[in-house]
């Protein structure tokens, strides 16, 4: 088992302000595990709301839940939303010796609830697959090709890997979405996962996606929210302000977990993804989760004029605005649209990230850092 204190740290936190903590992330990135592990050092009473026996046990909630003292585990929640108001009732009793821990593999705005009914009572944990901070950056390469889910990056090998992500997104296509109460066909909701991991690392275009698929834009859109809510998609949207030059307004998309990525594209090996044209944009998204999950910071964008200045990943941390590029080149050279960048955005610092293995500077504000010592850098920018 692959600990992961950093994930356990920012639940006791939450705790510590929170009668209610919902830990949110993807199927299959370890929440329950993280739960188990957290409560061996307390009384818990767990209810795994996929199991048929803790869902009878919860048919009538009030009278399973009221008494519980101690940790109370909720895993699947989004199955039962009428959980949330009634969860409400009971932390605001005076008597309550209960604090909830809710597991959710969809986010709020897919469950109706959750926000408006424990408004002020609940503090929100992301989780995703394993990061590099904890696998360590000597499997960098492993945790780029395999992706972060637990069991597909632990898998004896690549092949193994690859069937589990396969049958990974057929169960989430055919058994999750439905059970969201969300009713579109596998088929064609696959279909437009494929694309986005096409089109990955690209500025959204809706118009695009609807001609390919026959449908409206706002139908699109809909599907676009589906895999952003479940955590399969992230949508990153552009940082724009009044520089007197044209920028751009939509938002760019990424397959959240590179195995994932590597899977829809059927690419199973390093080899394959080598010779393939979207490994650029692999390595840009694979950056992009890295850095915002490693910094967890919501306050992330990325930042492109018409006339063809960019930013890959802006993050603005402590008051200060820092810029992220992801080259996957062997030696990356200062450009003009760096320059460009830093100048119009008034930025702190801008990293270069590349898979090499020397830092080394190409302006007093510019840096190459290698992903695999990145974290320092972002420890830095944390504890400025």
Known sequence: ?????????????????????????????GKTT????????????????????????????????????????????????????????????????????????ASPHLVRGVSESLAGRIGFVDLSGFQMSEVGADRMQQLWVRGGFPNSFLADDNSTSMVWRDNFIRTFLERDIPQLGITIPAETLRRFWTMVAHYHGQIWNAAEFARSLGTSENTARRYLDILSGAYMVRVLPPWFENIRKRQVKAPKTYIRDSGVLHTLLQLSNLADLQGHPKIGASWEGFGVEHVIGALETRDAYFWATHAGAELDLMVTTR??????????????????????????????????????????????KITVVPMKTILQSLRDINEF
Request: hydrophobic residues 40%; proline residues 7%.
């Open 1 to 29: 088992m692959i600990p992961r204190p950093d994930a356990l740290h920012r639940i006791e936190q939450n705790f510590r302000v929170h009668p209610v903590t919902a830990l949110l992330g993807p199927r299959q990135c």
């Open 34 to 105: 993280l739960a188990r592990l957290l409560a061996e050092n307390e009384p818990c009473e767990y209810f795994d709301l996929e199991s048929p026996v803790d869902s009878r046990r919860l048919s009538q909630p009030i009278g399973a839940l009221e008494a519980l003292t101690g940790l109370v585990i909720i895993d699947e929640v989004q199955r039962r939303p009428d959980l949330f108001e009634l969860l409400r009732v009971l932390v605001d009793r005076s008597e309550n010796a209960a604090r909830f821990l809710l597991l959710g593999s």
């Open 319 to 364: 008051g200060k605005r820092y810029g992220f590029e992801f080259k996957y080149a062997d030696a990356p050279d200062r450009t003009r649209s760096m320059l460009i960048a830093l100048q119009d955005l008034k930025l702190e610092h801008l990293f270069v990230v590349y898979p090499g293995n020397q830092e080394y500077r190409l302006h007093d």
